[in-house]
């Protein structure tokens, strides 16, 4: 298993885990989301795609209220 | 009509999304209103919330989002949060705001030079939030921006136009529309920044924590129409050191 930091908490993978896997996995809604790895933004159609090594950092924002 | 970049807007009135009760107050608020162009932040998402999306709520035809970068310190990290937004949000609008300093939240000049030179050449409408300062609105203008987001007041401060003097020298310089953003706190300060020329006004505080939410949204969209409208008509000119009689003044008692 491979450690990845999503949104600055640690989860164990599966090694050569792709980044649709990772999202479906801890079921976080697709829309409206984006998603960087290692402060590299990945589009949508990457995520299938793109596999995450060990220590790799993930972030996922969306919006929220604000002025 | 206004228009900012390829985009048209009957209302003048642009709204944010931040301190409302709750998610329905701040729909019915939004509807209220009739803005056209309503700003959200940038968060992490919470993963152990899944009911967590304020998208749901704010999903209607005549309204279009406007990210903003708020949260972010420096020219970098707000090029890094557009990029996001334009992804999770498919719009390449955003509302560039770099405050580092958390206690009076005033915008870094500098920074946002720096950022809206890059983000310009990255494609996206920028809407800069700025002070008041009418020689960084003519800089902005020059590398790119589609228009000037000077403050009224500081953030959240409900002080009204504290900039007014300075707000006169952009509208009066400016090519690209300006919208006054920030420390509009009541109606009336809305309807003298569009008497004044501004040609919008952005307002969140001041409808969110009111009593009433929903009347204040009305209240803000009856103003800024009359502000406009008075505008246009031309406002009749000050009279200083004596008064000038809107009566005649012809005896008719003797």
Redesign the interface.
């Known amino acids: 298993m491979i450690h990845i930091k ?4 640690t989860h164990l993978f599966k090694p050569n885990v792709t980044l649709d896997e990772i999202i479906k996995g ?4 697709v ?6 790895v290692n ?1 590299n ?1 990945i ?2 159609t990457e995520w299938h795609t793109k596999t995450l090594n060990e220590s790799d950092e993930v ?9 | 009509m206004l228009q900012i970049a390829d985009k048209k807007y009957t209302s003048r009135l642009f709204t944010g999304t931040g301190k409302f009760s709750s998610s329905q107050v701040m729909r019915e608020a939004l509807l209220a209103s009739e803005s056209e162009l309503v700003t959200v932040a940038l968060k992490r998402v919470d993963i152990e919330d899944t009911q967590d999306d304020i998208l749901h709520h704010i999903n209607h035809s005549h309204i279009n989002l406007l990210p903003n970068t708020s949260g972010v310190r420096n020219a970098k990290e707000a090029v890094f949060a557009a990029q996001l937004s334009r992804e999770a949000l498919e719009t390449n609008w955003v509302k560039l705001e770099i405050h580092p300093d958390p206690k009076y939240l005033l915008p870094d000049p500098i920074e946002t030079l720096k950022a809206t030179e890059e983000l310009v050449k990255l494609g996206f409408v920028v809407m800069p939030y700025i002070h008041a300062d009418p020689v960084l609105c003519k800089r902005l203008e020059e590398v790119g921006v589609q228009c000037v987001m000077p403050l009224g007041a500081p953030i959240g401060s409900n002080k009204g136009l504290k900039t007014q003097d300075f707000l006169e020298i952009i509208i009066d310089q400016s090519n690209v529309p300006v919208i006054v953003d920030a420390g509009i706190g009541a109606p009336s300060h809305a309807a003298y920044a569009m008497e004044l020329g501004a040609d919008a006004v952005l307002v969140n505080t001041a409808i969110a924590v009111s009593q009433n939410p929903v009347e204040m949204a009305k209240a803000f969209k009856m103003a800024v129409a009359a502000g406009r409208m008075a505008f246009e008509a031309k406002l009749a000119p000050v009279v200083h050191k004596k008064a000038a009689a809107s009566s005649p003044l012809t005896s008719f008692l003797n």
């Open positions: 999503v949104n600055n908490t801890l079921d976080i809604s829309n409206g989301i984006a998603v960087a402060e933004i589009t949508k972030l996922v924002i969306r919006a929220t209220q604000g002025g």
